[in-house]
């Protein structure tokens, strides 16, 4: 159980990883032009990235450290509620679901795999 949760964990957390990233440091004027939304504002898309980053280190660290891993799991909860939100916030607004659906399987999978592991 632990090593297909490191498997599936680590690709979920690179995926969270560089998305998140991206909404961080990209500027104002290129996240306009490529993914921001005219409905979400420049603070809302960083506060996004953040949750996406932590989520990803949440889901990595504690195991890795030994310290609070029933912290990983959670983590893969609150990655999968947020993309819950995104699939809500996506087909309300008729744009393509399926990745943030894909993602949100993935979260509840690594959240599976790492209450098994370590609850």
Same mark, same amino acid.
């Given at each position: 159980?632990?090593?297909?949760? @490191?498997?599936?964990? !680590? ?5 969270? +990883?560089?998305?998140?990233?991206? *909404? #961080?440091?990209?500027? /104002? /004027? *290129? $996240?306009?032009?490529?993914? %921001?939304? /005219? ?9 996004? &990235? ?10 990595? #660290?504690?195991?890795?450290? &030994?310290?609070?891993?029933? #912290?990983?799991? =959670? !983590?893969?909860? &609150?990655?999968?509620?947020?993309? +819950?939100?995104? =699939? ?6 008729? /744009?393509?679901?399926?990745? $943030? +659906?894909? +993602?949100? =399987?993935?979260?509840?999978? =690594?959240?599976?795999?790492?209450? %098994?592991? @370590?609850?």
């Amino acid at each position: 159980m632990t090593i297909a949760y @490191w498997i599936v964990a !680590a690709i979920l957390a690179l995926v969270f +990883l560089a998305a998140g990233a991206s *909404k #961080l440091v990209q500027s /104002e /004027e *290129k $996240a306009r032009a490529s993914v %921001l939304p /005219e409905r979400r504002s420049l603070g809302t898309e960083r506060f996004i &990235g953040a949750v996406e980053v932590v989520g990803a280190l949440g889901l990595i #660290l504690p195991p890795l450290t &030994g310290i609070a891993v029933i #912290l990983a799991p =959670v !983590a893969a909860v &609150g990655l999968a509620v947020t993309m +819950l939100i995104a =699939v809500a916030d996506h087909v309300r607004h008729s /744009e393509p679901f399926p990745p $943030a +659906l894909v +993602l949100m =399987v993935v979260s509840i999978a =690594v959240a599976v795999l790492g209450f %098994l592991a @370590w609850a």
